[in-house]
């Protein structure tokens, strides 16, 4: 089988019991970290990588995993993205998110775009290996936390005024007011998502418009009073 200049030619790919694992994140040191961690599990042989979603559709062309596992804040277009895009073309092939962004707000996004599990990256290294085993039995993964969120948001559905507002966001805008509300500069968030610094103004600005805000500063606010609230 050919691989592409982003895929690992990793003879743990070999045995036809191993379950096929392809990794999509744009930190090297990181996909590594993974690998290896991932490889202290027979069951399971990283085959790929990908830096991109562009990346990422041509090793799963090329490569046929058995799962998929997946950042959120990579150049170009984003993680939400690439899912609903893997889910389009490979609606059987299992998505695992593995992201820096706090599960509270993109669980719900990731789940609805087609991911079967959301870690955090900071969770990973005791989480990933249960994760892993949970999707490929069938079964979605959610920190416990997290699912007890998934339950209490549909039981309670109804009156959360100011999160309605903030679902009209797209996904980029959400990323975007999680980092301004974190104290990120624009310049910064250019920075961490791969934009220019203009793009990140205008994405600013249509947050300002969907949350009927006046200002950068209000929307500043805004966003430390939100994410703050997340995180109690």
Not at 8 to 24: W, Y
Not at 79 to 86: D, R, S
Request: glycine share 4%; aromatic share 4%.
């Amino acid at each position: 089988m050919k691989h592409t200049r982003s895929t690992n030619n990793n003879p743990r790919c070999d045995p036809p019991e191993a379950k096929r694992i392809v990794i999509v994140d744009d930190h090297p040191l990181f996909r590594k970290g993974l690998e290896q961690l991932i490889h202290s599990d027979s069951a399971f042989a990283v085959c790929g990588e990908a830096n991109n979603a562009s990346e990422a559709m041509d090793v799963i062309r090329k490569l046929n995993p058995d799962l998929a596992i997946v950042d959120l804040s990579l150049p170009g277009a984003n993680g939400i993205e690439l899912i609903k895009n893997i889910r389009a073309e490979f609606p059987k092939l299992p998505i695992l998110v593995l992201s820096m962004h706090d599960e509270s707000l993109y669980a719900f996004r990731a789940l609805r775009a087609g991911a079967e599990g959301y870690v955090m990256k900071h969770e990973a290294m005791a989480n990933v290996i249960q994760a892993i085993h949970e999707v490929f039995n069938g079964r979605p993964y959610l920190s416990p936390a997290m699912a007890a969120q998934v339950i209490t948001k549909f039981a309670h559905r109804g009156s959360q005024s100011e999160a309605d507002a903030v679902e009209r966001l797209s996904d980029r805008e959400l990323e975007i007011l999680e980092l301004i509300g974190k104290g990120n500069e624009v310049r910064q968030i250019a920075k961490l998502l791969h934009l220019s610094p203009k793009t990140v103004e205008t994405h600013r600005a249509h947050i300002k418009e969907k949350l009927n805000l006046q200002n950068a500063r209000q929307v500043t606010r805004f966003a430390v009073q939100w994410v703050g609230t997340r995180n109690v």
